[in-house]
């Protein structure tokens, strides 16, 4: 076997793949027939399948388009390079490729994506994730992009020099993801004005979706990067305390326009900044995520100009969500004279603890509350403070049909009973971390909602017995996903969602990029 461990996850598609029955009447299956049960395999079957004979083995290699490399960080391991090269030469057919490797020496992670790009798969890669210790430079990844121009994903760990003009050459490229994780990262000299005298049309970049992370304002070239990124549906910054070439690139507010959803993740440097620039130019923001950073003013000025148009508001504001946003939020739909089926339909609140009951009341009975499909109040104390609160929201928000109350550790069995009562159509509840619950709250939730839930989260839940999740498992009806912790999976369980095609496990599934 190889030196490096990996795993992958065979899937169909993809031309050109060997035809015919290769082994004639000594083979007991033809290869397509054999590459078609690979296919339907799970990827947990993989590793027994390559065991079973060079034939097998060399077959699976063709079959699989998504493979995860994982590279050793021993010191008598072989060069990252040369590990990778040799594995990719078995998988001429992939599509998505993974690299992770750990204490990975200055410069191999220029040798690693040179080695991609040398591999047979590089011309058919849409989705390629670089996620070595250390960084790449502009350098080698212009010289990749010819051979990878496919990529329609590109996932990248720190570029150094940072700059982005590498980018123009992957014509096909969709969603582009940087961590900069680098401690320091070194300016490539370009300044807020370099723009290589070419226009905004000519030099547009086809990405719809950016993640940035770890930018800072007084990093270099990010003006070259929004002015090219009109295209733009989907933009993350985290842990930014600025767009570049000073804490707000000039270049930045050209990138909003079509906006359809904008996060800021813990970048209260800048989040005032950027939450200002959207209420003027996010015309088509229909999602806004906010964690960790923000003042209530630049807040409350954009649900003023914008709320009205949200699908999705998730805030995570300790010291910045106030009554006061709630009211603009219910407010806004009928200053703008919006119909209720196009207003708010999910709104997610974490530890916002100084929201009251009376401003999540105040919302339930506008026009906006009342058409919300969608509530998360995860760690909120005032669930365990407001007597009753769970219940009203419940008979006030007759489209519910998913609700987050995950780590309010204090809630009690008789307030889900109560709440669900009035819920009778949820599809969707979470209650990780709830340790109060007991199997009492199951008991209620099965004979309210058991002919309609399909997700039930009750990880972390210790005071719920293994009979109790057992039992509803089996009784509710359209269930098709419980998350749990791998202590409460009986043997029981096991077998109920085998019988039912149910499926049972941890939060990792819910993990995305």
């Known amino acids: 076997m190889a030196p490096t461990s990996f795993r992958h996850a065979a899937a169909g598609g993809g031309g050109g793949r060997p035809a015919g029955c290769s082994g004639g009447l000594d083979a007991a299956l033809c290869d397509d027939l054999l590459q078609e049960v690979f296919r339907l395999l799970p990827p947990a079957a993989s590793p027994a399948v390559s065991l079973v004979s060079r034939r097998w083995l060399a077959l699976l290699r063709v079959a699989t388009s998504s493979l995860t490399l994982r590279l050793p960080a021993s010191s008598d391991a072989p060069p990252a390079a040369a590990t990778v090269a040799v594995l990719l030469s078995h998988y001429p057919y992939l599509s998505a490729l993974t690299v992770v490797s750990t204490a990975v020496p200055a410069g191999d992670a220029d040798s690693v994506l040179l080695a991609v790009a040398a591999a047979p798969c590089a011309a058919r890669l849409s989705v390629l994730r670089l996620l070595p210790d250390s960084p790449v430079s502009p350098t080698a990844l212009l010289a990749a992009c010819p051979a990878v121009s496919s990529l329609t994903s590109l996932h990248l760990t720190a570029v150094r020099p940072l700059s982005f003009h590498w980018l123009a050459f992957l014509p096909c490229l969709k969603s582009f993801a940087l961590v900069n994780s680098a401690a320091s990262v070194d300016s490539d000299g370009s300044s807020s004005d370099d723009d290589d005298g070419q226009g905004e049309a000519a030099g547009a970049l086809p990405l719809e979706r950016l993640s940035l992370c770890g930018i800072r304002s007084s990093d270099r070239g990010l003006g070259w990067l929004w002015r090219r990124c009109g ?77 009205a148009g949200l699908h999705t ?37 974490q530890s916002c603890v100084l929201i009251t009951g009376d401003g999540l009341r105040s919302l339930a009975q506008t026009a906006t509350g009342a058409g919300i499909e969608e509530l998360a109040l995860v760690s909120c104390d005032v669930v365990e403070r407001e007597t009753g609160l769970l219940t009203f929201l419940g008979q006030s928000m007759r489209r519910l049909r998913r609700i987050d109350l995950s780590y309010n550790e204090t809630l009690s069995d008789k307030v889900i009973g109560a709440m669900l009562s009035s819920c009778r159509n949820l599809i969707d509840i979470r209650l990780r971390g709830c340790r109060g619950l007991t199997g009492g709250s199951l008991v209620s939730l099965l004979r309210h909602c058991g002919q309609s839930l399909e997700i039930l989260d009750i990880s972390r839940c210790p ?17 098709n996903r419980m998350i749990i912790e791998e202590s409460v999976m009986s043997e029981e369980l096991k077998a109920i969602a085998q019988r039912k095609g149910l499926k049972v496990g941890s939060l990792a599934w819910e993990e995305s990029f």
């Open 313 to 349: 508001l998730d805030l995570r504001l300790p010291l910045d969500l106030h009554n006061d946003h709630l009211h603009a939020i219910g407010a806004e739909q009928i200053h703008r004279g919006q119909a209720a089926t196009h207003g708010l339909a999910a709104l997610r609140l």
């Open 231 to 307: 295209s733009l549906k989907w933009l993350q910054l985290r842990a930014c305390d600025g767009t570049g070439d000073r804490p707000v690139s000039l270049a930045f507010a050209g990138c909003l326009a079509g906006l359809l959803a904008l996060e800021l993740r813990a970048c209260r440097p800048v989040a005032d900044r950027v939450l200002l620039l959207a209420a003027d130019h996010c015309r088509t923001l229909t999602s806004l995520l906010v964690y960790d950073g923000g003042s209530s003013e630049a807040l409350h000025r954009f649900i003023h100009q914008r709320g």
């Open 463 to 479: 005071s719920i017995a293994v009979g109790n999740v057992e039992l509803f498992a089996q009784r509710a009806t359209r269930l």
